[in-house]
């Protein structure tokens, strides 16, 4: 009966160490984007390797780490962005087109550069703080296949990016760049990974906001259903210091992300400008661009996928601002609770409803559609300038 027990014991232990290992399998599979700690450590990595900070996250300690040999590293990484800057300005002086994509990536390499060497270091407490909030209160809850898809849309589409950068871009480049094709080429690589890597970035620290801010909802739409009366307002108080700790992040996020932006998107401005006359050019007066068919496609595949991309960033924006909208209906069903959620729902209505930079406009797919819309009329403007010379 002893040997019976203690085999019924040991069995029904190693069900339980079964079971348990089961949901932290569950658990791994459900983390992704930055909760993920390896992902996030392999963002940092990357950004730091194009030059944008001289830290990365450390998964064996869970916190982030400094390092002298990046430092070493960035500062290397810059001065070649600089000498970039000056070779490609000096070498394509009498080149409109490539004069002004320089102008644009160098303003968004040297935000990147004071960024990188900030002494608040801003990225890094935005960063650091999105983190703890996820490990200490939502680490391995679901993002819900809505936040999930655009995780992996913007992955490939960075994937694809890089695909169309470093193989066939140069190609595409050699009838602009008739001198010092290799040089010029690697500097273009160089500013541009800084470029993408801003953007990767971006998005994620974006990304991760709207994942808490989801979940804060979820949690609070869950107490007000669920919970018993006399727990509410305790819970309800929790999820509001979470919102007012989110809140905080936000603004640090809008301000230390302004000035980069603006020029990213200028960049992306230009690229529409610059494809969208090509492809015009190809319809209107196809004997007056020297470019193959296997170019030509590339043209319009680049065209659309910048288009898309631009449309990717500000979708997330968009949902930021319907996230909290639905904070603000959730907080108003709940304000006859306490008088402290009726001060914080009027607080959260005097906050910034979406993404606003400097001050000035807001992040969101109505800024997507302006910026569109002025790229094409650009491109109008540029070719009816261009009209007599193009069809002699």
């Known amino acids: 009966m002893n040997g019976q027990t203690i085999n019924t014991g040991l069995i029904g232990?190693?069900?339980?160490?079964?079971?348990?290992?089961?949901?932290?399998?569950?658990?791994?599979?459900?983390?992704m984007g930055v909760t993920n700690l390896q992902l996030c450590s392999l963002l940092t990595k990357f950004t730091a390797l194009n030059g944008l900070n001289t830290y990365y996250f450390d998964p064996k300690t869970n916190g982030f780490r400094s390092s002298w040999k990046l430092q070493?590293?960035?500062?290397?990484?810059?001065?070649?962005?600089?000498?970039?800057?000056?070779?490609?300005?000096?070498?394509?002086?009498?080149?409109?087109?490539?004069?002004?994509?320089?102008?644009?990536?160098g303003g968004t390499t040297a935000c990147c550069v004071k960024s990188c060497w900030d002494k608040a270091q801003g990225i890094r407490k935005l960063a650091r703080g999105l983190v703890k909030m996820e490990q200490k209160y939502f680490s391995g809850r679901d993002s819900r296949p809505l936040l999930k898809y655009r995780y992996y849309m913007k992955i490939t589409f960075v994937l694809i990016t890089l695909l169309r950068i470093h193989l066939f871009h140069p190609i595409y480049m050699r009838r602009l760049l008739l001198s010092q094709f290799y040089v010029n080429v690697g500097a273009y690589w160089l500013l541009y990974n800084m470029l993408l890597a801003a953007v990767l970035g971006f998005y994620f620290l974006l990304w991760e906001m709207c994942r808490i801010q989801k979940l804060i909802n979820d949690l609070m739409a869950h107490i007000l259903a669920r919970s018993r009366r006399r727990n509410r307002l305790t819970k309800m108080l929790h999820c509001l210091r979470l919102y007012s700790k989110l809140l905080l992040l936000c603004d640090q996020f809008n301000n230390q992300l302004g000035h980069v932006s603006v020029w990213v998107l200028a960049c992306k401005s230009w690229f529409q400008i610059t494809y969208g006359y090509e492809i015009y050019q190809m319809v209107a007066a196809p004997k007056s661009i020297d470019l193959s068919m296997?170019?030509?496609l590339f043209v319009i595949f680049s065209y659309i996928l910048d288009a898309i991309n631009l449309f990717v960033g500000t979708d997330i924006s968009e949902l930021f601002s319907t996230f909290r909208a639905d904070s603000a209906r959730i907080l108003r069903e709940a304000n006859c609770l306490d008088r402290l959620l009726s001060i914080f729902t009027l607080k959260l209505a005097l906050h910034p409803k979406g993404v606003v930079f400097l001050n000035v406009f807001t992040f969101d797919r109505k800024l997507t559609l302006t910026l569109l819309a002025k790229s094409t009329l650009y491109t109008i403007c540029w070719l009816q300038n261009d009209y007599n010379k193009l069809k002699a």
């Open 13 to 31: 232990l190693n069900q339980r160490h079964i079971k348990e290992a089961v949901k932290q399998m569950q658990l791994a599979v459900i983390e």
């Open 72 to 105: 070493i590293y960035c500062v290397i990484h810059h001065g070649l962005c600089v000498l970039a800057l000056a070779h490609m300005s000096y070498s394509t002086a009498s080149n409109v087109r490539v004069g002004v994509t320089v102008l644009t990536i």
């Open 294 to 296: 296997a170019m030509r």
